[in-house]
């Protein structure tokens, strides 16, 4: 079984920084693809930014130049470093990841969840 946990979340006034980060444990052989994704108050989960086995990213067209990703493929630890924060990035941000086991059993695992909410 694997498991994702979060953490890093938090109280930010406009303009200032926090930095996510998602630790996968258990039965894992290889991640391929991680991510995050955030989920506001009476909206739908959206993609912020997604990387690669090879450290290729994507971002959503909100984040770009804010927001970056990276990967400890040695932790299996994936990492949102998030800049100059805006109310409208308020939101639940979750963890996925596409995960495969010593027997080639492939999984999508989310994690919990972890609050960050920019206000002044």
């Known amino acids: 079984q694997v498991q994702l946990v979060e953490s890093g979340g938090g109280l930010v006034q406009p303009g200032g920084s926090l930095r996510l980060s998602c630790a996968a444990s258990?039965?894992?052989?290889?991640?391929?693809?991680m991510g995050w994704y955030r989920q506001a108050p009476g909206k739908q989960r959206e993609a912020v930014a997604t990387?690669?086995?090879?450290?290729?990213?994507n971002y959503a067209d909100s984040v770009k130049g804010r927001f970056t990703i990276s990967r400890d493929n040695a932790k299996n630890t994936v990492y949102l470093q998030m800049n100059s924060l805006k109310p409208e990035d308020t939101a639940v941000y979750y963890c996925?990841?596409?995960?495969?086991?010593?027997?080639?059993?492939?999984?999508?695992?989310w994690g919990q969840g972890t609050q960050v909410t920019v206000s002044s």
């Open positions: 996925n990841a596409e995960i495969y086991g010593r027997y080639g059993q492939r999984s999508n695992s």
């Open positions: 258990g039965s894992i052989f290889s991640i391929n693809y």
């Open positions: 990387i690669g086995s090879s450290g290729s990213t």
